[in-house]
């Protein structure tokens, strides 16, 4: 069964710090991966894209890397900011047709100050 | 830049009234897709479409119908509203490609 799994489901920090998002997923066969950022109330946005043959990615103070192999992803977020405040989506695409999108349940994130 | 507009952003139904959930993009994007996003669970897809004059089912598509009769405009319909239907209905759509899914704001919808 296709499915993408995000952890933590919730992560609180303080601004100014660090913090890395996880996705494991079990999808075939695998097009590419997005991260995606939802503020409260809006539309997801994209972040990143990779495909099978990239291993890291960076948007700004966002970095996600991919390991094919290990089918893990992550989401890095550099000296957070209070605008970091969001959920964060994995999504993995299905090759062929119409690209079929395979979403995680999103893990949100707090920056407090 | 409009890019992908739905209306209205909040509805409260009674059960078993219909109604139509409206969305425009004005990127002239051939695909577009309607999703529902739960509490805990990843969005998942009602319909979408690769073009005007063509759609599809998605992963849970019971109790909606779709129709594109334009490029701009993919509406969707709830027949018989059921509580279960009570969700974030988000409109999306998309480039050729890998190009990434551009979302509305969503459709915040209550039926009792």
């Known amino acids: 069964k296709n499915q993408v799994e995000q952890s933590p489901q919730s992560l609180i920090i303080l601004e100014g710090k660090n913090c890395t998002l996880q996705c494991n997923y079990t999808v075939s066969p695998f097009s590419n991966l997005r991260w995606y950022k939802q503020d409260t109330g809006r539309g997801p946005v994209s972040l990143t894209i990779m495909t099978f043959s990239e291993n890291t990615k960076s948007n700004g103070r966002y970095t996600a890397t991919l390991d094919a192999d290990t089918k893990q992803s992550s989401l890095h977020i550099t000296a957070s900011q209070l605008s970091d405040s969001a959920s964060y989506i994995c999504v993995v695409t299905l090759s062929g047709g119409y690209n079929k999108l395979i979403f995680g349940a999103g893990t949100r994130l707090a920056v407090h100050p | 830049n409009a890019g992908v507009t739905q209306t209205p952003k909040f509805q409260v139904l009674k059960t078993g009234q219909s109604m139509t959930l409206q969305c425009a993009q004005d990127?002239?994007?051939?695909?577009m897709s309607w999703y529902r996003q739960d509490p805990g669970m990843g969005l998942r897809l009602i319909h979408y479409?690769?073009?005007?004059?063509?759609?599809d089912q998605g992963e849970v598509p019971n109790g909606y119908n779709v129709s594109r009769s334009t490029t701009e405009d993919f509406p969707l319909r709830l027949l018989s509203a059921a509580p279960s239907q009570t969700s974030v209905y988000f409109c999306?759509?998309?480039?050729?490609?890998?190009?990434?899914?551009?979302f509305g704001d969503g459709t915040r919808l209550s039926i009792l």
């Open positions: 999306a759509s998309r480039g050729p490609g890998t190009a990434p899914q551009h």
């Open positions: 479409s690769v073009g005007a004059g063509i759609t």
């Open positions: 990127m002239n994007h051939e695909y």
